[in-house]
């Protein structure tokens, strides 16, 4: 079997699902053996589990399973309706059933005064599920990674654990250890003389426990990978009203073909991409053009699906269905982004490179030097075993997801999601900051800001009451911001929208006139006030206002100025992001002197407007091409893609789905003051976890040599190794007492 998407380049794209990797250093290894296949490049992404090939010629699939499969993993091709594994849901469960049995182990291990007749058989009972069931994935990982000559962490947690659990089972049969009425002493220093007769199912529980636990939080922050995509093609509408000889039906999006016609309504989605053949209307497309102006369209003009038809009935013909859409182009946008970010490898993977080895073989030179010392069989063997479970990586694998789980807590409480530790370390680096305009440092909904009137005498703000009257009748936004603004009730008859151009009406017996300079009967030789009127009109669409002038009975009274105005926070936003170091650059779908008048308002000082979706990503690979590590703040369907791209994508929480799943962080409220408290947090997590993995690492070269020579026996080493574990939590929790500013 062979794959024939073809990309333009006349290259093979082939995409994987991969099952059974358990770290970074897994996908590393399967891309590894991907890319030693003749003409092949392949990109492997642990956190979507997923490989994607790119091969100069067509390539039996079989092939290439067969070389995952041969790295010791589980591969095919993508099948929608496979079930997905709920990982974190089975490391849950083993987390649970780890932690009920090994709280009890541990306590009748370190309390002597606890330990009553029999107690050791309890707790080798307990021990068993724990090393048998619970402690399985790291057993599994171990020997599929010996089959192939590696080691990672789980080698050395499946060798401390099985070393403990087995020689606890020997002194449990052929030493005095498994008498009834044997007790367990609490002592730091082997005696050279014994040891034959210790258990040490504490450890063995403990360390499964401990590093069960950081897997789980791990699960859960990587199980949100792929959600981007599935909000994209989620956003659009799921039924289309299909009309054939006159006759409306009602049909799944998916039965559309181009050609088709379809009724739009005031207020529903429009199906898919299309041209309208029939009737006029506002279409709102902010979600993804940006454009915070609804677009007027009429016959002729091409509407974009997922938009939403603001007021007039709307016949739309067909035109791109289904991939072919806008909307699915995005998505792509945004699936081809992600692919791209495979998650940093952890630290921790890193060192056991070096590090796993090297403890298995101090250890076996630990048994072996001993017993050339004269010591006996039990003291080597407990001070090889002590080596082993002190160098357990319980405190270098709760580094990363403690701090995280802290972390993100921390955010929570302060409105802001943090989806991984790999997103932690691209906040370092941020040098500029993209912000989006409409939603992100606007409101994202028209307002009335200005109003210039001409009164006649004991009439005051008489023409402002009738134009708002006369707007309440339309569905218009601009309409509704100056309804709502003046809050009129008086009569409306004879009401007319023209499209494009405003609205006429009749308001208790005044004929009134609202929208352009065409409408009201201004041109550009004006005399006298109706010349005053218009030079407003025109200085307030300078100023990036959306003005409308209106006329009493055939007379200009006064303009009302629309905009999407700014949040009242959104200039200390920017101030902060500069003190963080950042340089902030305004990009935006809006039109340019709106956008250079946002700007000026909030102080950013470079801006890029009137840019389309595929533009704004673009954008921000332009900028990353000249050396800038690019964090990006939106809101929208048009800023998923940008994004995904960017090497920190923060999404206001006020937006779309497809921008939150899209985004790395995510502000769950419209204050743009969270952007650069969300970057400080994210920086100071990161903080925390490298120290976290210093100490943790500094423990483990400490603590070695000591189990070697005999200091240690195994029964303090897993305590020691608990208690290196306590001192990660511990600083991890100081990130609770983070504050946000202002």
């Known amino acids: ?39 092949v490049t392949a990109s492997v992404n642990y956190a979507t589990e997923k490989a994607k090939v790119l091969a100069e010629a067509p390539i ?67 021990t068993v599920p724990v090393y048998g069931w619970a402690a399985l994935p790291f057993h599994r990982s171990a020997l599929v990674n010996a089959r192939h000559g590696a080691t990672t962490m789980d080698t050395l947690i499946s060798l401390g654990t099985t070393a403990a659990f087995g020689w606890s089972l020997y002194a449990l049969l052929f030493t005095h250890a498994g008498m009834i009425g044997f007790t367990h002493g609490f002592e730091f220093v082997l005696d050279r003389g014994s040891g034959g007769d210790s258990i040490y199912f504490e450890a063995v529980v403990a360390i499964v426990t401990f590093l069960l636990l950081g897997r789980w939080f791990e699960a859960r922050s990587k199980q949100r990978a792929g959600e981007a995509v599935r909000a994209l093609l989620t956003l659009g509408a799921t039924e289309a009203t299909l009309l054939r000889g006159g006759v409306e039906t009602r049909v799944p999006v998916d039965f559309l073909k181009p050609g088709d016609v379809f009724v739009v309504r005031p207020g529903e989605k429009i199906a898919t991409d299309g041209e309208v053949v029939e009737g006029s209307s506002a279409v709102d497309a902010s979600m993804v053009t940006g454009e915070s102006v609804p677009v007027d369209v009429t016959v002729g003009d091409a509407v974009t699906g997922a938009t939403v038809n603001a007021n007039g009935r709307l016949l739309v013909k067909a ?6 859409t806008q909307l699915a182009h995005i998505a792509r946008l945004v699936e081809l982004a992600q692919t791209g970010k495979a998650n940093v490898q952890r630290l921790a993977d890193r060192i056991s490179a070096v590090f796993v080895p090297v403890v298995i073989g101090l250890s076996g030179l630990t048994l072996l030097g001993w017993l ?31 701090a995280l789980l802290v972390g993100t807590g921390r955010g929570a409480q302060l409105g802001i999601v943090i989806k991984g530790p790999e997103i932690l370390e691209r906040t370092r680096d941020v040098d500029t900051v993209v912000l989006d305009k409409t939603g992100t440092v606007t409101t994202g909904t028209m307002t009335v800001v200005d109003t210039v009137g001409r009164a006649e005498p004991g009439e005051g703000q008489e023409w402002l009451r009738l134009a708002g009257a006369a707007e309440s009748a339309s569905e218009h936004p601009i309409a509704r911001a100056i309804a709502a603004h003046v809050g009129s009730d008086a009569a409306v008859t004879d009401f007319e929208n023209l499209p494009g151009r405003g609205v006429r009406a009749t308001v208790e017996g005044h004929e009134v006139l609202v929208g352009t300079p065409a409408l009201v009967g201004l041109d550009v030789d004006a005399p006298g006030p109706a010349q005053a009127a218009l030079d407003a009109f025109v200085g307030a669409q300078a100023q990036g206002r959306t003005a409308v002038l209106v006329a009493i009975d055939g007379e200009v009274r006064g303009l009302v100025a629309v905009a999407d105005a700014v949040k009242d926070t959104s200039a200390d936003a920017v101030a902060g992001l500069k003190q963080l170091g950042l340089t ?44 800038h590590r690019v964090a990006m703040v939106g809101d929208g369907v048009n800023d998923s893609a940008a994004l995904a791209q960017a090497d920190l994508g923060i999404a206001m929480g006020t937006g779309t789905d497809a921008a939150i799943a899209a985004s790395d962080l995510t502000v769950m409220q419209g204050d743009l003051r969270l952007a650069g408290t ?24 400490a603590a070695i040599p000591l189990a070697a020579l005999g200091f240690l026996n195994p029964m303090i080493a897993g305590a020691a190794m608990a208690l290196s574990s306590v001192f990660v939590v511990l600083n991890s929790l100081r990130l609770r007492r983070f504050a946000r500013r202002g």
């Open 1 to 39: 079997m062979t794959i024939s998407d073809t990309t333009s380049t006349g290259h093979t794209t082939i995409e994987l699902d991969i099952d059974g990797m358990t770290c970074a250093s897994c996908a590393a290894r399967i891309e590894k053996k991907l890319n030693k296949v003749d003409g």
């Open 372 to 402: 050339l010392a004269g010591a006996g069989f039990g003291f080597a063997a407990s001070a090889a075993v002590a080596v082993l479970i002190i160098a357990c990586p319980c405190a270098l694998g709760l580094a990363t997801p403690t």
């Open 60 to 126: 039996p699939v079989g092939d290439l399973i067969a070389v995952v499969e041969n790295a010791g993993y589980h591969a095919a091709l993508p099948d929608p309706a496979r079930p997905e594994v709920d990982h974190a849901a089975e490391l849950r469960s083993r987390v649970i059933v780890s932690a009920v049995l090994a709280v009890p182990v541990i306590a009748l291990a370190m309390v002597p005064a606890w330990q009553f007749p029999g107690w050791q058989w309890l707790s080798l009972l307990l």
């Open 678 to 701: 969300a970057i400080r947090l994210s920086r100071a997590t990161l903080a925390t976890i490298k120290g976290n993995l210093f100490w943790a690492f500094a423990y483990n070269v």
């Open 319 to 324: 035109t791109r269905v289904g991939a072919d």
């Open 584 to 627: 902030p650059v305004l990009l935006t779908g809006d039109a340019r002197r709106v956008a250079d008048a946002v700007a000026a308002e909030v102080g950013i000082e470079r801006v890029i407007a009137e840019v389309l979706p595929a533009d704004k990503l673009a954008e921000i690979r332009r900028l990353q091409s000249q050396g």
